[in-house]
C-alpha cells in the first residue's frame, strides 16, 4: 500500500476549548524577523503550557466569480527556508457540523506566461 504523501498541503480547524491566545509580537531567529504568537493550552496530563506559534503568511479573500474550483482565500508565503516565491491558498469545506479549511501550497504562477531571460539569443 502507498505512503499517503502530504507535502504543501495541511487543513485547519476550530481551536480546542483549552486553547487561549494570550500574547503577540515579534522575535528575531537567525537574523529573520517573524512574528509570533504565544497560545496557553493544556497536555492531556493537564499540564499548563504556552506554545508558540510562528506566521507562515497571509491569506486574502478571493473573488471566485463563475468558478466554484477557485480558493476561497490565497496569498504569499513568509518561508525562510526555501528560496522559492510561494503560495498559499485554503477552501472552505463543511463535513457533518465540522467547518474547516484545506489547505495548499505551491510556486507562485507566472501569469505573464513568458518568462523574461537576461541572455539574447543572437
Known amino acids: 500500500m502507498a505512503e499517503y504523501d502530504n507535502t504543501n498541503s495541511g487543513a485547519v480547524f476550530k481551536p480546542f476549548e483549552t486553547m487561549k491566545m494570550i ?7 537567525e537574523g529573520n524577523e517573524r512574528k509570533i504568537v504565544l497560545v496557553a ?14 506566521k507562515v503568511g ?5 473573488d ?13 508565503v513568509e518561508d525562510y527556508a526555501t528560496d522559492k516565491d510561494m503560495r498559499i491558498a485554503a477552501w ?10 484545506s489547505l495548499s501550497i505551491s510556486e507562485k504562477q507566472n501569469k505573464g506566461g513568458n518568462k523574461l531571460d537576461d541572455e539574447i539569443p543572437f
Open 23 to 29: 500574547l503577540q509580537g515579534k522575535v528575531n531567529l
Open 41 to 54: 493550552d493544556k497536555t492531556k496530563s493537564d499540564k499548563k503550557i504556552i506554545e508558540v506559534y510562528q
Open 58 to 62: 497571509v491569506l486574502f479573500e478571493e
Open 64 to 76: 471566485k466569480g463563475d468558478n466554484e474550483q477557485r480558493p476561497d482565500y490565497s496569498g504569499p
Open 92 to 101: 472552505k469545506r463543511v463535513k457533518g457540523d465540522n467547518k474547516y479549511m
